[in-house]
């Protein structure tokens, strides 16, 4: 079962040089977020950034015709090696949140890393021209009670998702564009967090959840349910 909320978490410091993040809502300590409490018939797409950018222009233009937000999940190598991309998504009114400086397994990692890892990326993401704060989300899924109440003591609110797409899988791991979408259509509920990849699969090369996400947003639609991005945790 998910570990049950904080409420006496500690206040998270403030990073030098950079304003202090507002505090945490309550409700919010303790856990790493399967659905958006009270979001009611809404969905939020959110895209995970680590390795290249080869889905990006796909997914942007995507979300723009179909004039839907999503929020990406940026590691600092990442953005440090894609500034313009970081800088085309914020342009384009997407939420961006932290995804760890180098992608490690956190719950292997000593507190001083894990500090290490989320405030590095931070760095590189703000010299990109985005704003990650509160917003993260644990490499590979990877957390425990311990690196969930290290990140929250950071300013930080850890946030999993409701269904993968497995769009990572790539062709070469089985997986299709009308596989991508079935996944998601076959397991909405309200405040559902959707997680697919900006990069393409290592192997073939495939980007199967920018091929498959037109499909999804209009099949979401169709299933009766909007759009919100992970903002939508912090208040209406």
Known sequence: PEPGPTASSPAPPATPGATAAP????????????????????????????????????????????????????????????????????ASGHRVGNHSMTHPAMTR??????????????????????????????????????????????????VRWTVDTLGWKGTSGGMSRSGVAERVLGNLQPGGIILMHLGSNPDDGSTLDADALADVIDGIRSAGYGFVTLDRLLGP
Do not use: M
């Open 109 to 158: 990692l000593p507190e001083q890393a894990i500090s290490a890892e989320i405030r590095d990326a931070e760095a590189a993401i703000t010299a990109a021209g985005g704003d990650p704060r509160p917003l993260f989300r644990f490499p590979f899924g990877d957390r425990d009670e311990r690196t969930i109440n290290a990140v929250n003591s950071l300013g930080y609110v850890p």
């Open 23 to 90: 505090p945490l809502p309550p409700g919010l300590l303790g856990q790493d977020l399967t659905i958006i409490p009270g979001a009611g018939n809404n969905i939020a797409l959110t895209f995970d950034a680590g390795a290249n950018a080869a889905g990006l222009d796909s997914i942007l233009a995507t979300l723009a015709n179909r004039q839907v937000k999503g929020t990406f999940f940026l590691t600092g190598a990442w953005a440090a090696s894609n500034p313009s991309g970081v800088a085309r998504i914020v």
